[in-house]
């Protein structure tokens, strides 16, 4: 009992630690190689600027994410492979906890992703807002000329609010398309019962 309560609270942890070096390439290099007629982008991981800084170092992530970007590349050229699924344009916000990952990320790893992926939950003004005012002038300070994709953005539907997402989701979508993104997700926070 007592180890399988260890266990958990290690888990958020392990399961973001480096894998054995190659090992990620490969799978992603089979994944790609079997299914890459029918999937059009491979985000290797999500939000790595909110993972515990004990996790990986940067420089681990760094290769990493080359690592899988090869090996889908290796099974299938078609595959657009995107940047992680930043949740924060940069390393200001005080949520971030792996602070400098996307900056370096920005910096030293344009030959390992096709698209840059970003999220950015909640209202269309605070959305707008950290896209214009962090996401695009980091871009533009680091030298990223890869295509932007919002690729996970919402806010949440419940206690009455489903009229004011409906609406969030197509002004995010118009918005977001006439900036340039390349594609668009809408992924729903909470949804309700009905």
């Known amino acids: 009992m007592i180890e399988d309560k260890e266990r958990a609270r290690r888990w958020p942890t ?16 089979m994944l790609a190689a079997r ?25 681990e992530y760094l290769d990493y994410q080359r690592e899988v970007y090869q090996g889908v590349k290796r099974g299938c050229k078609d595959i657009q492979v995107l940047s992680p699924g930043w949740a924060q344009p940069d390393s200001s916000h005080h949520s971030v906890k792996l602070k400098g990952l996307h900056e370096r ?26 896209i214009e005012d962090r996401f695009f002038p980091a871009r533009k300070r680091f030298g990223v000329t890869a295509p ?10 419940v206690n009455g609010a ?5 609406a969030i989701v197509w002004r995010k979508i118009l918005w977001c398309r006439a900036h340039g993104a390349v594609d668009y997700i809408w992924y729903n926070l909470v949804a309700t019962d009905d």
């Open 14 to 29: 392990y399961i973001r630690t480096r894998t054995k070096k190659g090992l990620m390439g490969r799978f992603a290099e």
């Open 105 to 130: 990320f920005m910096a030293e790893a344009k030959d390992a992703f096709d698209i840059h992926a970003i999220h950015g939950h909640g209202t269309l003004a605070a959305y707008e807002k950290q």
């Open 35 to 59: 299914y890459g007629k029918d999937i059009d982008y491979v985000e290797p991981s999500n939000e790595p600027d909110f993972w515990d800084k004990n996790a990986m170092s940067i420089d």
């Open 148 to 157: 932007w994709y919002p690729n996970e953005t919402a806010a949440t539907g």
């Open 162 to 166: 489903e009229d004011a997402v409906a």
